[in-house]
């Protein structure tokens, strides 16, 4: 078991651009969660997948916002036309799902700067 | 909104037990009490969760009053490692499947 993986650790880029992060979760962890947390808060939750679904979004995933887990293993979020207020700590998480338990692990996350 | 009340910042000893509360007033039947805790700059660490009873595991010990209504979570032998925000977080594994994380309690283990 080698946790939950996220790639870049950190992102700096200028106002407008496209970025992309990258979540590998936990090896046959069916649920796939991205949060967002911005400095002195919690996670604040993004969007869940179950599988290669996604089930749920956060009012917080505007437009610019797109997520996805083609196969139902590694998942992508990409932000486009990126804002300074998107500067924050992108966080995702995983957990077996159903029968194998709801407890979420959490990756070491991915830092984004808009400059 | 959150479901939980924690105060904002604790001290507690190098070496002592460390003794979080966390106020859950409107817990229902099937929602569990987890504790996260996330140290400077890294995602949230899983501690514990538990229902009604009493749970132990090698990281820390979870005490529920017998109402629900509150919780203790205790870190038996503090170590200057422990310093961190904790969360606790009340959640029903029937309905959504997010965290909703408050601000969480500051830890700071002093040697």
């Known amino acids: 078991d080698t946790g939950v993986s996220q790639d870049p650790r950190h992102k700096i880029t200028k106002r407008g651009q496209n970025v992309t992060f990258r979540c590998d979760p936990i090896s046959e962890h069916n649920r796939l969660y991205w949060y967002r947390q911005t400095l002195g808060q919690g996670p604040e939750f993004l969007t869940y997948?179950?599988?290669?679904?996604?089930?749920?979004k956060s009012r917080l995933l505007s437009d610019r916002f797109s997520a996805e887990r083609p196969k139902g293993s590694f998942s992508t979020l990409e932000i486009q036309r990126t804002e300074q207020g998107d500067s924050a700590m992108y966080l995702c998480?995983?957990?077996?799902?159903?029968?194998?338990?709801?407890?979420?692990?959490f990756g070491p996350g991915t830092r984004l700067l808009v400059l | 909104d959150a479901k939980t009340t924690q105060p904002t910042s604790m001290d507690c000893a190098e070496g002592r037990a460390a003794n979080l509360p966390c106020n859950h007033s409107t817990i229902s039947g099937n929602e569990y009490v987890y504790w996260y805790r996330q140290i400077h700059s890294q995602g949230p660490q899983y501690i514990i969760h538990g229902l009604k009873n009493n749970e132990t595991n090698e990281m820390a010990s979870l005490i529920i009053t017998e109402d629900r209504k509150s919780s203790t979570l205790i870190l038996p032998h503090a170590t200057l490692r422990d310093t961190a925000v904790y969360y606790c977080i009340v959640r029903d594994p029937g309905g959504a499947q997010k965290l909703v994380f408050g601000q969480g309690t500051r830890l700071t283990i002093n040697p």
């Open positions: 998480a995983s957990s077996p799902g159903l029968a194998g338990g709801e407890t979420q692990y």
């Open positions: 997948f179950q599988n290669e679904a996604q089930l749920e």
